[in-house]
């Protein structure tokens, strides 16, 4: 059974930096995309981040660009997320996801396993 883990979140003040980890079991990483999204109280998910199965594509969010930094380690099984200059506009539970493609368009039903999140939360 695929599973993915995250890990890394916590509290940090506007400014700061969080560096999350996605760790996966149960599928080859290195056939799979793998999806950052994110969710505030009260809204939508939103796709944050993604990168291909060979790392050769990579998309950001406009409110995020220039600030996170995604990345991954196929020998690891992990992927990242560095995040720099956080905002509190980025506080959420952030997710990681498996999906086919890397696409900037973030569409959730393309996919098909998730994490149970972690919490960011930026505030002074």
């Known amino acids: 059974q695929p599973q993915l883990v995250e890990s890394g979140g916590g509290l940090v003040k506007p400014g700061g930096s969080l560096g999350l980890s996605c760790e996966v079991s149960?599928?080859?990483?290195?056939?799979?995309?793998i999806g950052w999204f994110r969710q505030a109280p009260g809204k939508e998910r939103e796709g944050v981040s993604c990168?291909?199965?060979?790392?050769?594509?990579?998309q950001y969010a406009d409110s995020v660009k220039g600030r996170f930094t995604i990345s991954r380690d196929n020998a690891k099984n992990t992927v990242y997320l560095q995040m720099n200059s956080l905002k509190p506009e980025d506080t959420a539970v952030y997710y990681c996801a498996r999906g086919l493609f890397c696409r900037s368009e973030f569409e959730l039903y393309e996919y098909d396993y998730w994490g149970q999140g972690t919490q960011v939360t930026v505030s002074s």
């Open positions: 149960g599928f080859p990483l290195d056939v799979y995309a």
């Open positions: 990168v291909s199965s060979k790392g050769g594509s990579i």
